[in-house]
Every structure is written in C-alpha cells, then in structure tokens.
C-alpha cells in the first residue's frame, strides 16, 4: 500500500494492548498508570455557559492560560499567558514537538528507561534516539557530558520528577546541573511534568526550565493525574522562540481542545477545594504505596530490587537474575495478573532486559497481595524455564 | 534552529488570524464557519457518570461507535462499530490521514477549491497537490480521468456535499461516476462530511464511500456543526484494511478523545431531540440564507456571480473583475467588516484570484444588510485601485 515512509515505523502501543487485555473485571492490574476510580472527583456542571459549546481559541481559554501560567510563576518558571498552550492532554505536546523537530534521522536525547508514549511517537517521526542512563538521583552527569560532546541533539527530553518508568526524582544538585550543561551546550529542553502534585514524602525542586539561561524550552503538564483524565486537558508553555511555531501545529492538529473541559480544569486551578483534593490524594497514594511496598517485601524481595518512589505512580523493579519479561505476560495475564514489562521503555529494548514496571494507585489493597503473590510466581516459573 | 525539514512549511492558518482579528464585538464577521450562538443547544450533564472522568480506550466510548456505524449504516455506508475511530474534531482525522500517508513529495488529489485547514496539513506535510476543478454539480469529470490516468495520488480528498468553501453538492451521476474511476484507477477515498445534516432545500444522495467496490476509504464527519463544536467530538469510519493503522496514529496523537465529550454526543446521536433540533436548525440557517442571498443581490449583483448554495454554511462568490481578494482584507476590517479571501483555499492561490467566501450562519440579519453594503464598496474601491 502507498503508506509514507514513517508509516513503516507505527507500531501499537503495548501498554494500550495491555489495558485492553486487562479489561476483564477478574484482572489485577500493576499495568497502567490510571487514577484511582475511587479519587476521582464529583464535578460539577450546572454554571457552565453555553458559550463553552462554540468554536475556541487555538491557543486555549484566555483564563485558563493566564491561571496555568500563574502557577507555573509560582514553581520558578518565568513566564507570561501568552507562552502557555493548552494541548488535548500533554500527550498531544510530544506530537506537536516530534512534528517541529524530527526527520528521519534527527537525533533526540532521552533518559533510559523514559516514557513509552514518548519513545513511541519521536521514533514514529524517525527519531535516532541518544540515551542517558538514569541514576537513583538523576542522569549520570558524566555519560550526558560525554553524549552532549558527541551529539548535536534537536532536543532533549526529561521527566525530573517521579519519573515514568523509573519513579527517579532528580535531586537539587542534578537539576542545577542539568540545566547548566544544556546551556553549555545549547540543547532545547523538553521537560515532562505529569507527577509533580503526587509527592507524598515532602517538598520537590523547582522545574530544570526554571534554571535555564540560554536554551529554548517546553514545559508540559496536565489535569489527568491530579483531576480527570477523561477531559483530555494538558498544557505546554513554551520559550517565546517556540511558542508561534507550536500554536500552529495546534490549529492544525484538532484546531483548539475541548472547551467543557478547559472549563472544568479552570474551575479547580488555584482554588482550596483543588489543594484539599490534592491532599487527599497524596493521603490515599501514600497508604497505597506504603502497602505496595509491604507486599513487595513479602514477595519480590529474593526476586528483584528496586528504590521506594518518592511520588508518582509507579514501583520500578529490576530483576535479580534479568530475563526478557515480556515473555511473561502471557503467564501473568492467564492468572488474571497485568503489569508492564520495562524493555520497551528503552529505544533498544533488547539490551535492557529484566525490568518490571509496578502501577500502585489502581489495584485494590485487598487483591495486592494476591497480585503480587501470583506476579512472583509468574517470574519464577519464567526464571527456571 | 535545528527544526525539522516539514516546520519549513509551517503555515499560519489565515482563517485563525482573521477571526482573532474580528474578535472585537463590533465587527461583522462572514470569515469563519460558526454555528450560530443562539443555536447551542442547553445540554444537561447531571447524569454523567463520575467514570467518564477515567482514562478511557483510544478507539472512543464503544456506545458512541455503536452508534455512529448505525448513523452511516443508515446513510448506505457499509460498516461495523469496530470501524469507527472517534477523533477530537474532524481536523483530527486529516491529521492522521497526513501522517499515514504523507511524505515530502507524495501526490494527493484535491478538489479546487478545496478546504483550507485540509490544505495547509497536507501541505505541511510535503504533498505534492494535484487538482481537479469543481463544477456546480461536482468534479469536472474529464479533468478527473485525465489526473487519474497521469498521476498516482495517495488518496484523493473530497467534500462532496455542500463543500467548503464553494458549497458545490455533487449530483447522483457524479457521485456514481467519481466512484467508479476511483475504483477503477484503485484510489484510496477520503470522504469529509461536516455538513450533510445542514440541507435545506431537501434531501441529500448517499456518500460516495458507500458506492466504492473496491478501494479503500476513510469516511469522516462531526457533531461540530450540529451540536457544539466546543465538545471537539468527530469520527472516522475506515475501510477494514486502513483502521488498524489510524489507531495507533490516534494513540500516539492523543490517547484518546476527550470522554465528557463523547458521552454528551451519545446523549443525541439517533434521539429524536436531535432530529428535532436539526430541524431546527435548517429552518433557522435557511432564512438566514434567505436573508444573505437578498442582501447579495442588492448589494453585488454587479461585482460577482454565485449559486445559492443548498446546505452548508456558504456562498462562494466569483468576482466579475478578478483582484487578489486578500489585499482588501486590511479595508475590510477598518470598517468592521470581516471575511475570508478564496485565494488560499487553492493550492496554487496567485492563480486563483477574485473569490470570497462568505458564511451566512453567525451574523445578526438585522447587521447583514448593512454588512454586505460596507464589504461591497471595499470591493469596488479595490477595483478602482
């Protein structure tokens, strides 16, 4: 079939594949990275104006903008509302930013592991990705110098906080450095910050584009985590050199995101019930989390290791003895157990065997610990094979 | 900047500016193709369930594929639920369209005129746009043929019912004669249907995908311009060989469209309030075409000619003495006037000057005389120039 040239690099979303597979209610499911049903909070409709029901702004709600931006001040990040774009979930922002910058062939720096999602759509546009190996507090600096001296990447893209998949949350020093190595060297940064609100053991660090000098910047969020998912209601503010270009692909993706849920996530920016709904939720993921961790001393602790993540969503497991752990959905799945094997967060998967990925917020505390019982099973049937 | 090849060819969308331009509460706008405000339905969202705040599945809520494959069942277009993608706003579907099958240089073949928006990201992309030029009652046929013999285009893009911008809808023949050359000459069908529901004058024939025996097809629609375009809620309906592919470009897009949305849209799809709301409708923008094609003839029966047009939002009007209509744009506005050049709805626009378009759905009739009056003399003083 007459198919573009990149269409021979579309593969399927495996976490989606996953979820689909997942669907049967008898399933626990470690796999995706969803709220819990139960935090879900009750919105409320009634005050919305009609006019919400009209053709809007590419550039997103004029309050929205202005509150997002708002925030984002508040977190270091310089910025006006005219530098923030209001996206279909931060999802649509590494679409916008694969469309500006990838050829075939175009390098692009990442974490290893970063975000499937990511990986997906950067090598879909033909990206030659460059990774950078994460440690337990951030990149190992050595190995980014050494990639920033050989490469001449289009940019560079980073979740610092409660990184997706590995849970990493870069520490003060390692931002600071970060930054100034990307100035260094004049690299664009891309920095992802869905888990931001979902700290439950203190404080984070500001934003690496906070920190910048010189280099051109993204800097993406959303509502899913910390609102609805359902309402597909992300942001991306961008340096003012980027923003007019990314506005444009914008109108030409969808024209502008839904306005009944930019309405929605403006009614709950900056408001008490918002920080009280973020309590909560921090609350309810900590004794999920804490609880995870019990059960994973029980189960995994002759299997595997892994860092008690700080915020997030999700347990990072390395396996004592690797094995290529997508071999064993199959297993898991035919005794109702989902999770998310980690070799396709890597570029070159095959190199990166023995990770699993461990979603903590959805599973009822009441099955963990028969998920994971039977989880452990599956990886030692797997290992003696 | 290290910005990809196809940014190169990142145009700002004309119809976005001017209608920034024409936000200022005095100005008479027959730029855009808005609903009428006084035409939003009050929709009611007290019953929706909490869940549809929930990540949901990227092909869309399996209801409301249900029943949009019932909807196109009904209109002759063979397909089951598990071929509809729901998309956030048609334009999404071109998106998609683009990246499966767009490389620089790729042909596609484009009706001329043809719709702004389609244009600009089939062009961002890199294609190669081949045209065939509309008649009243559809593509001249010959010159059809005559592309199809000499080229061999991705797909070809057609509006074939009260297209945007020339409000042209195809006669039965045509639409039975363009069905069979594409199957003859084995090209793929995209079929963009926004405006079917808005007939005024009587029925419509059935969409060409439906008369198509052997290429494949995308057919594409909305609830845009029937219900709230502020939902962002449209569709595709794929042949069974090209779904699996716009899925997984869908995935990497977005994840999936916004729910709240959908499940809004579900509440009218097939209930007879729609019914009786586009019934509605089409008597409200039927006297408003009315209205618009009076004025017209008062005020430029001797500057242009134009077809009423049957459905749709538009008249397409042909100036008698050609100019560049988007070098009165600036007089247009000083008086508070604000509408749409036709010379960018063409792919080749310097060749293609002396055309406007005019939506007749958003202004006041009791403004529209005076409107038309004012755009009339900045007509003639351009041709005096």
Redesign the interface.
Known sequence: ???????SR????LI?EIL?AAQRPEVMSFA?G??A?AM????D??T?P?????????EGEPALREALAAEARALGVPCEASQVLV???S??AL?LAA?????KG?QVMLEAPTYL?AL??FQ??GADCIVVPLEADGPDLDALRSQLQTH?P?FIYLIPTFQNPSGVCYSEAKREAVAALLDEFGVTLIEDEPYRELAFDGGTSRPIVSRLQRS?WIYTGTV?KT???????GYLIASP?LF??LL??K???????????QW?ALQWLGTDRLKQHLEALRSYYRVRRDAFQAALQTHFFDLADWHVPEGGLFFWLTLKQPLDTRTLLDAALAVDVAFMPGEPFFPDPDAHKGHLRLNFSHVDPALLDEGLRRLADVVRSGQSL
Request: no cysteine; net charge positive.
């Open positions: 079939m007459p198919f573009s040239e990149r269409a579309l593969k399927g979303s989606r689909a995706g969803l709220p049903e879900l909070p009750v919105v409709w009634t919305m009609v006019s919400m029901g009209q053709y809007g702004m590419s996206v279909s979930g999802q649509q679409d469309k500006l910058y990838i050829d175009t999602a997906q759509v879909f546009f001449r289009a051109s899913s609102l609805l998912p359902g309402l597909r209601v050199d007019p270009h444009r692909l109108q030409a993706a969808d024209l502008h995101t839904n306005r009944v849920g929605q």
